[in-house]
């Protein structure tokens, strides 16, 4: 059984093979599947594909009858922790950092270090 575009979409769709989304214009990551490459939107799901097809698993992503379902940002993030996102709490706590914030939030003289992208 050949999955449908709509659950396997290949690389031709610009569709995640894992999850269907859009993949970013420029973002080449792959995997293997029933000889072709499929082209994955961001990391994570190249993990959870290569994962997935590394343990044998491939009639996942044959019998499936829909691509994987993803995070909401939202639903990740407790209740209680989303007034931090308001931009008028931030200005007390957020330093620019050329195109990155930095948010010291413990004291005003602990940082994180400096992001590895970007």
Not at 3 to 20: K, L, R
Not at 33 to 53: E, K, N, W, Y
Not at 74 to 102: G, M
Request: charged fraction near 20%.
């Amino acid at each position: 059984m050949q999955p449908s575009s709509a659950v396997a979409p290949d690389q031709d769709t610009g569709a995640c093979f894992h999850c269907g989304l859009p993949i970013p214009a420029g973002l080449e990551l792959t995997v293997d599947f029933d000889g072709a490459p499929r082209s994955l939107c961001c990391h994570g799901c190249q993990a959870v594909a290569r994962t997935i097809l590394d343990y044998g698993l491939d009639d996942y992503y044959r019998h499936r009858t829909a691509a994987a379902k993803t995070a909401d940002e939202q639903s990740l993030l407790p209740e209680a922790l989303r007034v931090y996102d308001d931009p008028r709490l931030q200005k007390n706590f957020v330093l620019p950092w050329a195109t990155a914030s930095v948010k010291p939030v413990l004291s005003s003289r602990i940082l994180p270090a400096r992001p590895a992208c970007g």
